[in-house]
């Protein structure tokens, strides 16, 4: 395990489409140490969510845990999970926006509208089917996280970019 570095906007992984994970190499120690690498440089910088790519790793891999986080006080909590080669739905054409960071934009953030229910289907990291129906903040996190895996980022949801701000005056300023 080890805590990697995170690639910052502008690196050009973060906007390539990452390759699918083939079922048959889930367990492979290359797959299996890139999770517990993501999960370990996740927790490191206080990420409610990390993906392959931002740790320089082309491929369909995105992990998320919300428990006590200081960059989330206020963010119910979310069970460690990991998802391999996600697919995402909405459930609804409802959308709503509220504030978004991210690791690979450091010191910033800004309101992205995001559908408010969505269904994701993909591989747990023994390879076993997983699906998830969720709402709200969980479901905000899994649209940025498996935004990533599609070369997005979220400044490129944004209806405007007005709201683009840094935590410290964010917090300074109190914004809402
Ligand atoms: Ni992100």
Redesign the pocket.
Known sequence: MAIRKVARLGTPVLRRIAAEVPPAEIGSPRIQTLIDDLIETMREYDGA?L?AP?IHESVQIVVFEVAGNPRYPDAAPIPLTVLINPQVSPNTDEMEEDWEG???LPDLRGRVPRYTSVRVRALDRRGAPLAIETEGFHARVIQ??CD?LRGI??PDRMTSMQSLTFVREHQRYGQD
């Open positions: 969510g993906a931002q991210c690791l690979s940025h996280e990533h980022v979220y």
